[in-house]
Nanobody, 123 residues
């Protein structure tokens, strides 16, 4: 049984930082590219960041470039999203997802999803 469990969300003031973690189990973690997506109320789920199987390649949506950093530790079956200089528009539920072999910005390409963690940025 595959499980992806996000943690680290919360309430933070604008300009602050949070570090999200996603712990994976039940899958060959190092064979999966990992992604972070987010969904704000009334909006579609959007790609935030992705990382290749060994961490050598990353991708970000334009609105978070220079502020967010995705990383992974295959020995711990965990992927992270370091979020700095947070803005109110970053408020959303953040999801991690696993995609066999390659980074993708397209949510339907992902095989497994976590339940999400809420991030709220106050102004």
């Amino acid at each position: 049984q595959v499980q992806l469990v996000e943690s680290g969300g919360g309430l933070v003031q604008a300009g602050g930082s949070l570090r999200l973690s996603c712990a994976a189990s039940g899958l060959f973690f190092s064979g999966y590219a990992m992604g972070w997506f987010r969904q704000a109320p009334g909006k579609e789920r959007e790609f935030v960041a992705g990382i290749s199987t060994r961490g050598g390649n990353t991708a970000y949506t334009d609105s978070v470039k220079g502020r967010f950093t995705i990383s992974r530790e295959n020995a711990k079956n965990t992927v992270y999203l370091q979020m700095n200089s947070l803005k109110p528009e970053d408020t959303a539920v953040y999801y991690c997802a696993a995609n066999w072999k390659s980074i993708s910005e397209v949510s339907v390409h992902y095989d497994y999803w976590g339940q999400g963690t809420q991030v709220t940025v106050s102004s």
